[in-house]
């Protein structure tokens, strides 16, 4: 099979796609902040499907596409893919998004660039806690109050009220 195969980009009515019905992503909690992106950005990332209306990939886009009352989706077709290709396409596609890690310096950066154009922060997919932990850092220590003092051996020792047996912890 060659690498470059062309695609050709199709608009379809979005009543036409059929979900996967073992599709093991779990993914409606994230069919809010897919929209956002979506009435953000457009919808830049076809699905991908079959001639037959099945969907191979972008199921959490096709959801987020009916939550926003989208009419039509673009579709790549996957036609010339066999239907294990087709299995092991959706599970690979959704795995190796996961392989990628951050450099979170490089990611702070860009937040900070984003925030200082005055863009909405919500709609690129992280959560507030998460920018927060980047851009502030991880917390290295705990601030003691200033009345706190070190135990002695003579605080770790208990007596019983009852029999007056005493123990330390």
Not at 62 to 91: C, S
Not at 121 to 142: K, M, R, T, Y
């Amino acid at each position: 099979m060659s690498v470059s195969i062309p695609l050709a980009f199709e608009t379809w009515p979005i009543d036409r796609l059929i979900e996967y019905a073992r599709n093991p992503r779990k993914n409606d909690h994230a069919v809010d902040r897919v929209a956002a992106a979506i009435r953000e950005f457009g919808f830049r990332v076809p699905i991908v499907a079959k001639s037959d209306g099945l969907v191979v990939d972008g199921h959490l886009r096709l959801k987020a596409a009916k939550k926003l009352g989208l009419a039509e989706v673009p579709v790549i077709l996957a036609d010339d893919m066999t239907d294990a290709q087709v299995k092991a396409f959706r599970l690979s596609v959704n795995k190796t998004a996961e392989l990628a890690e951050w450099d979170d310096e490089l990611l702070a950066l860009e937040f900070d660039d984003l925030r200082q154009m005055g863009f909405d922060l919500d709609v690129i997919g992280f959560d507030a806690d998460e920018i927060a932990l980047l851009q502030n850092g991880p917390a290295s220590e705990i601030d003691a109050p200033e009345d706190f003092k070190e135990a002695d051996e003579s605080d770790l020792t208990h007596t019983c009220p009852k029999c007056g047996f005493e123990f330390d912890d």
